[in-house]
């Protein structure tokens, strides 16, 4: 039975002028719904080649979307979680890229804008929200907005909050929480040893060294 179509190497490729009129065609087409949903499963899982995506980035270069359409795209994206496979992607793509003097003009209008409006997500709103723990400088911090020893962004070292805990009072700006095993995310407070100034906990150091020596 003979193939309609003919053989794949045969086949007819669409010239390039071909392809633009159908592009220009279904430039503005809206389509509905279902059809999105279809075209996205019949995409979902789809590799494309390297040779696609530089032409797809290419079509795409300089190309200005509307304010909808980027309210969509933010819509879409939001509270979205990435695999960390995904996460290193993006960030290896974004490496050494330089942000053009206009667009970060832009950027911090928008951001200005934002805050006039009090659109700014923070806290457990905020897209990227962690349940209020973070990392700096290899030790646990944790949000308590109000806390007398937080910092601007209201964020508090974990080990003096297990400490103040365990003592049931506030600690004193000069007082020092100490990790007895060294490791600095281990918060349990029989790992925590307190010191009443900065100075004593550095001459504690001085002596675990002379210990060593």
Not at 58 to 67: D, F, N, Q, V, Y
Not at 88 to 99: C, E, F, N, T, V
Not at 172 to 200: A, C, K, W, Y
């Amino acid at each position: 039975m003979k193939c309609i179509g003919g053989s794949p190497s045969k086949r007819r490729r669409t010239l390039p002028e071909t392809r633009k009129k159908i592009s220009e065609a279904l430039r503005g087409r809206k389509f509905s719904a279902e059809h999105r949903e279809k075209m996205s499963e019949a995409l979902r899982g789809r590799k494309l080649s390297a040779e696609h995506r530089e032409k797809m980035s290419e079509a795409h270069k300089g190309k200005k979307l509307s304010t909808e359409h980027r309210r969509k795209i933010s819509e879409a994206h939001r509270g979205k979680k990435f695999s960390a496979e995904h996460r290193r992607k993006l960030s290896k793509a974004k490496q050494g890229h330089k942000i053009s003097p206009e667009n970060r003009q832009k950027i911090r209008a928008a951001w200005e804008s934002k805050r006039k409006r009090g659109d700014i997500r923070r806290g457990h709103m905020a897209t990227y929200w962690k349940g209020g723990r973070s990392n700096r400088g290899g030790y646990v911090i944790v949000l308590k907005p109000g806390h007398p020893g937080g910092d601007a962004q209201g964020y508090v070292y974990e080990q003096r909050l297990v400490m103040e805990k365990h003592l049931g009072r506030l600690l004193g700006l000069r007082e020092v929480v100490h990790h007895i095993n060294g490791n600095r995310v281990d918060n349990r407070i029989e790992n925590l040893m307190l010191f009443p100034s900065f100075v004593e906990h550095l001459a504690y150091h001085r002596e675990q060294r002379k210990k060593l020596t």
